[in-house]
């Protein structure tokens, strides 16, 4: 009985370990070695939990209403909160410095990621929606997907992996949530993460796959 238990606790480790093994690869693939594919794997991961602010406002979330009789002789303000726009270290900090080094160095052309970037971003900000308490959220298979069919076509070859990745991470933050600013505001008050909430699945699952095509 002991064992069958302990077989059912070590599942889930088993399953983690595998789900790293597979990303490192993947992402390695991007022209990373296997450590540096694991560090910044797992600094995505823990970077998730990271949001740095950029600017903080004052929202207006409800007007305070009294009776007929007391609007006449008292004012009620409206009430507000504090809404901070932060951008969260590895749903959007270490996926656009990985996607400069790739233009930069050469591995992903300047056209075709360019026109697969437009692409992804006009679907992520068509499939993107605020969600009051949570953000900006969108399907995370959506990215993916767009990004790699793009990239086949666009750059068919070597450079396939890194046009999908560039393509796909900035492609979503731009148009998932840069283009959704105005909507901020009607969040009300609270902390929105650019690059987190659902974003971040997307841009997670969009390095991974598109490590593949490779």
Not at 59 to 65: C, G, H, P
Not at 126 to 153: T, Y
Request: charged content about 5%; hydrophobic content about 55%.
């Amino acid at each position: 009985m002991i064992p069958f238990l302990f077989l059912i606790l070590l599942i889930p480790l088993l399953l983690l370990l595998l789900f790293f093994n597979v990303a490192t690869f993947s992402f390695s693939r991007l022209g990373m070695s296997q450590s540096g594919a694991f560090l910044f794997l797992t600094a995505s991961i823990i970077g998730s939990l990271i949001n740095i602010p950029l600017s903080r406002r004052r929202v207006r979330v409800y007007n305070r209403q009294g009776n007929l009789l007391s609007m006449f002789f008292f004012y009620y303000p409206p009430a507000v909160q504090e809404q901070v726009i932060c951008i969260n270290v590895g749903g959007a900090g270490l996926p656009a410095l990985l996607s400069l080094y790739l233009l930069l160095g050469g591995r992903a052309p300047l056209w075709p990621t360019l026109f697969a970037f437009i692409a992804v971003t006009i679907v992520a900000k068509m499939m993107s929606r605020p969600k009051p308490g949570v953000g900006i959220v969108m399907p995370a298979f959506i990215p993916p997907l767009v990004a790699a069919a793009a990239a086949l076509i666009l750059a068919p070859g070597g450079s396939t992996a890194p046009v999908a990745y560039v393509a796909g991470t900035m492609g979503t933050l731009i148009g998932a949530d840069l283009l959704n600013w105005r909507a901020f505001q009607n969040l009300g008050g609270q902390m929105i993460s650019i690059g987190g909430a659902g974003i971040f699945d997307g841009v997670f699952l969009v390095g991974i796959i598109a490590a593949f095509l490779g």
